[in-house]
């Protein structure tokens, strides 16, 4: 099995181009995750300065692989 993790962003308005299942690299110091492969699950268009984003995080083999 693989971890996923699944995460909602509050994002400026330029990410209200992406659609669910666009893959995408996410970079977050509070999650330390740095160009993480996720894949959106949902993008909340409002007329507000902003988007919700939601994405999951894509398998990552070699990482998450035992050592």
Not at 29 to 56: H, K, M
């Amino acid at each position: 099995s693989a971890t996923r993790e699944s995460v909602t962003f509050d994002c400026p308005l330029p990410f209200m181009s992406l659609n669910p299942a666009d893959v995408v690299t996410v970079t977050d110091s509070d999650l330390g995750w740095i160009e993480r492969v996720a894949i959106v699950t949902s993008v909340l268009r409002t007329p507000g300065p902003s988007t919700e984003l939601s994405v999951v995080t894509a398998p990552n083999f070699v990482r998450d692989a035992p050592i």
